[in-house]
């Protein structure tokens, strides 16, 4: 049990509580959500469980406060990455307090801004709020935001059209406006083997790989020279790269298998679906034909990977106003990250600001932590939406 912390005892012990719950993304999320929902309906609020397809995880919709009038939404996801050859100074899955630092996996990103949320539960409920607050609990957004999208889905069926969410990955409570958008996909380049003495003979995959590799780089640089800038970004403009290769056997065998995954993150100005679908028709309409010509068997298979849409809020929108003025804070910034808070905005037609406790570049990592102010920090903001929803 975390006992001498800085923030009030029941917000430590329920993140104490969600760090326990090893919710890496390949892992199930069910425990934690029986958890939640059980606080939530204990406080009077209504939820709505939308299980994965395959029943193993869960995506959570709680409502508290009148039903029939448009509220704001505090979105959160479940899940966290893996800590496999990560060197702790302590158990990852356990919440530890070491010099001033609350440490353990997902307390940055983003159990810290879940676990105020449902520390807060009961004030929410005890306060006489004329719009409802809603806590959107996800699942799979570190493998390419999935959970999320059947409960904004759901929201929809449900005729909810909320008046703004906010989505709190960690900004060290800063108003996030925008994000990039990101479209990846897995190539696989099917070649023909034969001794590397015969080489004319075979399809060499890699080779192939290769030729695509330096499309998708000589394409990045050309955006990075050329294209479109917002300055807001800390990287301006729109990116791309190819970043996992596998393929070959040996060294004296033409290989006859290559796959390639590669991505794109565009700012607003650009399509990062575009510019994959731009990249994949290279792949096969020229060198998976130059392939087919040699060899009809052999060619190139597009897989999608990941494909979320980019934020992008007028700082002159009512909400982005008003997360400034329950952030005490006059400024806005843009993320190179992504969130669900484009879905929300898209999808489900949603105004979105991220904002939430801790920093990105401690998260992922081995010793991720969040400071206790940032969670106090993180409580106040709350508090003020649940004053400005009264």
């Not at 590397?196 to 790989?209: D, I, K, Q, W, Y």
């Not at 290769?210 to 990075?224: C, G, P, Q, T």
């Not at 190139?300 to 804070?329: F, I, M, N, Q, S």
């Not at 400071?371 to 003020?384: Q, V």
Request: charged content about 25%; hydrophobic content about 40%; some cysteine.
């Amino acid at each position: 049990m975390v006992m001498a912390v800085t923030v009030p005892q029941a917000l430590a012990e329920t993140l104490e509580r969600l760090v326990a719950f090893d919710t890496v993304s390949a892992r199930s999320n069910l425990a934690l959500v029986d958890y939640v929902e059980d606080l939530a309906r204990a406080n009077g609020a209504e939820t709505d469980r939308v299980p994965s397809e395959t029943g193993d995880k869960a995506a959570l919709w709680i409502t508290i406060g009148p039903r029939d009038v448009p509220g704001y939404v505090l979105s959160g996801h479940s899940d966290v990455v893996p800590v496999d050859g990560q060197a702790w100074s302590s158990d990852p899955f356990r919440l530890t307090l070491r010099d001033g630092r609350l440490y353990g996996r997902g307390t940055s990103d983003m159990k810290g801004f879940v676990a105020v949320c449902v520390a807060l539960m009961p004030e929410m409920a005890a306060a006489r709020l004329r719009r409802p607050i809603h806590i959107a609990l996800s699942y799979d957004e570190e493998v390419g935001c999935r959970g999320v999208r059947p409960l904004i889905a759901r929201m929809r069926e449900r005729g909810v059209r909320p008046l703004g969410c906010f989505v709190g990955e960690p900004t060290e409570m800063g108003v996030v406006l925008g994000h990039k958008g990101k479209c990846a996909a897995r190539l696989t380049f099917r070649g023909r083997a034969c001794h590397s003495a015969l080489a004319p003979r075979g399809v060499n995959a890699v080779e192939f790989a290769a030729r695509f590799i330096d499309h998708v780089r000589l394409s990045a640089e050309r955006l990075a020279r050329e294209g479109a800038r917002d300055p807001l970004y800390d990287v301006p403009h729109t990116t791309g790269l190819c970043s996992v290769v596998g393929g070959g056997t040996a060294l004296n065998i033409v290989p006859d298998t290559c796959t390639v995954e590669f991505e794109y993150r565009a700012i607003a100005a650009d399509d990062a679906g575009g510019l994959v679908a731009a990249a994949t028709t290279y792949a096969t309409e020229v060198l998976g034909a130059e392939m087919a010509a040699r060899d009809p068997a052999c060619g190139v298979t597009v897989e999608p990977l990941v494909d979320y849409p980019g934020l992008d809020l007028d700082p002159h929108a009512d909400l982005a106003k008003l997360a400034k003025r329950l952030a005490g804070r006059d400024g806005h910034a843009k993320v190179s990250y992504g969130t669900e808070a484009g879905l929300f905005q898209t999808s489900g037609e949603v105004p979105a600001v991220v904002i939430g406790p801790g920093a990105m570049a401690r998260a992922h990592k081995a010793d991720e932590y969040v400071m206790p102010d940032e969670l106090e920090t993180c409580a106040g903001f709350i508090r003020r939406l649940v004053a400005e929803s009264c």
